[in-house]
């Protein structure tokens, strides 16, 4: 079935320093993909989105590629703020079986001054 | 303001006494999800609901019931709670997508933490 794997955490960084987080996917036929936020004490919320291979979503200058032959989205981010300590998860959302989301489990960073 | 609601936000409980977590959302969303996010697990998607009267198990429905009456509405019910069902729960809404593809982005709640003892 469709899943989701990211890099395990937790990823400590000092601020401006380059984040990379990895994240792959399993699924059949064409999913969207996501990168969602969760501050702390809150829901998740969501980052950016790509809907087809070679899309580049961005946003408060994360960015992540859709790369279909590596089945990949990684997120990255040029120069981490603390204001950017949350934790990150992937997901990807199918139309198969009736609209499902598969989310993968987390990456919390820390990004310290 | 356009936002998923749910309550309670935190909910002490013990094992076997039937509870309700409402979730409402004011965007007219026609499919509406509840998960709940363990330690190690990621969220992991209880039920879903496509549509008034359309609902559907996710990945992990044992000890859960939900209804959808109403578009705005998608209640969880614990009929009998274990403490295995400590969780923090979310709720979450979206457009259900027309046609293939598209990126039908997913609305949260704030989360609702229950302990079951």
């Known amino acids: 079935g469709d899943s989701v794997t990211q890099m395990e955490g937790p990823v400590t960084l000092s601020e401006e320093a380059f984040l990379t987080i990895n994240c792959t996917y399993t699924a059949t036929g064409y999913p969207s993909l996501f990168w969602y936020v969760q501050y702390p004490g809150e829901g998740l919320q969501l980052l950016l989105k790509?809907?087809?291979?070679?899309d580049k979503g961005s946003n408060k200058g994360f960015e992540a590629t859709y790369r279909k032959e590596t089945t990949s989205f990684h997120l990255e981010k040029g120069s981490v703020q603390v204001s950017d300590s949350a934790v990150y998860f992937c997901?990807?959302?199918?139309?198969?079986?009736?609209?499902?989301?598969?989310f993968g489990t987390g990456t919390s960073l820390t990004v310290i001054p | 303001e356009a936002q998923v609601t749910q309550n309670p936000r935190y909910l002490i409980t013990v094992t076997g006494k039937k509870l309700t977590v409402t979730c409402s959302q004011n965007m007219n969303h026609e499919y509406m999800s509840w998960y709940r996010q363990d330690p190690g697990l990621g969220l992991r998607q209880i039920y879903y609901?496509?549509?008034?009267?359309?609902?559907d198990k996710g990945d992990v429905p044992e000890g859960y019931k939900v209804s959808r009456k109403e578009k705005r509405n998608f209640p969880l019910i614990l009929e009998s709670p274990s403490p295995n069902q400590t969780s923090l729960y979310f709720c979450?809404?979206?457009?259900?997508?027309?046609?293939?593809?598209?990126?039908?982005?997913?609305?949260f709640g704030a989360g609702s933490r229950l302990t079951v003892l």
């Open positions: 979450a809404s979206s457009f259900y997508p027309q046609g293939g593809g598209g990126a039908n982005v997913l609305t």
């Open positions: 609901s496509m549509n008034v009267e359309v609902t």
């Open positions: 790509a809907t087809k291979a070679d």
């Open positions: 997901a990807l959302s199918s139309l198969k079986g009736g609209n499902q989301f598969y």
